[in-house]
C-alpha cells in the first residue's frame, strides 16, 4: 500500500509539472523514428528542469523506443468510419450486452455504490468496459511508455501526448504506473482505457487500498470511468440517449459519433430502458 505522504507528493509533483505549458518544450518532432532517441534525451532534460526526479525519468524511459505499432494504429482508425449497425457487430454488441447483463447482477454492491457516489448507473460504465477491453480480457500489448513518448515525439499531436507523458511520469512517480506496464497502442491504461491524463484526474481509488490501479482493480477502474462521466456533466438520475443530458458525458468519453451511439444503445439495454 502506498503511503499518505507519497501520494501527496506524487499530487503535488502533478501539480508543479501541469503548472507549466508544455508549448515551451523546443525539441524538435518528427514524422519517423530518426531522431527519437535524441529527443529522448532533450525531453528528460526538459523534464528533469521542471522538476521531474531524475531517478524517476530512468525508470520511466529504461524500457522506452520508438513504437512502430502505434503510429500505424494512429494513422489507421477505420472501425470509426463504419455505419452503426456494422460496428455494433464488428465491436460484439449483442454480446457485451448479454454478458454485462449478468456482470451487472454479479456485482450489484459495486455499482450500487458507483451510482450512489458518482450518479452514474451501471449499463454505461459496463457498455464501456466491454467495449474498450471485453471486461478487462484485453488491454493491449505495446509498451505504455514507448507508445506515449513516441506520439508526443511524432509531429500530429505533440503538444497533446506531452501532457500525457508528463502525465504518465506522475504515474510512475506514485507507483501507480509500472515502467514496464504494457496496454493499448495509444498508452492508453486498464481495463476502461484511460489516457495517463484522465488516471492523473479523474482516477479514484474505488477499493480503498492506497492505490488507483486501473488495471487489476475492477472497483478503481470502473469507479474512475463514473468519475470521469460526472466530470464531463453527467447528472444523476437524468437520460443517456442522444439528445439527452448525459449523452454529452459519453461524448466526452469518445469523440467517435458511432462509437457513442453504440455506448448509448448498449448500456440502455443491460439498464433495462
Known amino acids: 500500500m502506498q503511503k499518505k505522504s507519497g501520494l501527496l507528493a506524487g499530487l503535488a509533483m502533478a501539480a508543479a509539472m501541469f503548472a507549466l505549458p508544455v508549448t515551451s518544450f523546443a525539441a524538435q518532432c518528427g514524422n519517423t523514428s530518426a531522431g527519437f532517441n535524441e529527443w529522448v534525451q532533450s525531453f528528460k532534460r526538459e523534464a528533469a528542469s521542471r522538476g521531474v526526479n531524475p531517478s524517476v525519468l530512468d525508470a520511466a524511459f529504461s524500457g522506452v523506443s520508438y513504437a512502430n505499432a502505434t503510429i500505424r494504429a494512429d494513422r489507421g482508425q477505420k472501425s470509426f468510419r463504419l455505419s452503426l449497425n456494422e460496428f455494433m ?66 509531429c500530429r499531436r505533440s503538444d497533446y501526448f506531452t501532457d500525457q507523458l508528463y502525465a504518465a511520469l506522475t504515474l510512475v512517480s506514485r507507483g501507480d504506473l509500472s515502467p514496464s506496464a504494457r496496454g493499448a497502442a495509444h498508452g492508453e491504461i486498464g481495463q476502461t482505457q484511460f489516457l495517463p491524463a484522465n488516471v492523473v484526474k479523474y482516477g479514484v481509488d474505488g477499493d480503498g487500498n492506497g492505490h488507483v490501479d486501473m488495471v487489476r ?14 466530470g464531463h456533466g453527467w447528472r444523476a ?24 451511439q453504440a455506448i448509448a444503445i448498449i448500456a440502455a439495454e443491460i439498464d433495462g430502458r
Request: proline content about 4%; glycine content about 14%.
Open 217 to 230: 482493480s475492477k472497483a478503481d477502474a470502473l469507479a474512475s470511468t463514473a468519475n470521469f462521466l460526472r
Open 89 to 154: 457487430r464488428k465491436r460484439g454488441g449483442e454480446a457485451i450486452i448479454s454478458r454485462g447483463k449478468k456482470i451487472k447482477a454479479q456485482n450489484a454492491a459495486l455499482f450500487a455504490d458507483i451510482e450512489q457516489r458518482f450518479g452514474v448507473p451501471a449499463g454505461p460504465l459496463i457498455a464501456i468496459w466491454g467495449m474498450e477491453t471485453g471486461f478487462g480480457g484485453f488491454m493491449g500489448k505495446e509498451h505504455t511508455m514507448s507508445a506515449v513518448a513516441t506520439l508526443a515525439f511524432d
Open 237 to 260: 438520475g437524468a437520460g443517456y440517449q442522444p439528445g439527452q443530458p448525459n449523452f454529452a458525458a459519453i461524448q466526452g468519453w469518445n469523440a467517435a459519433s458511432v462509437y457513442q
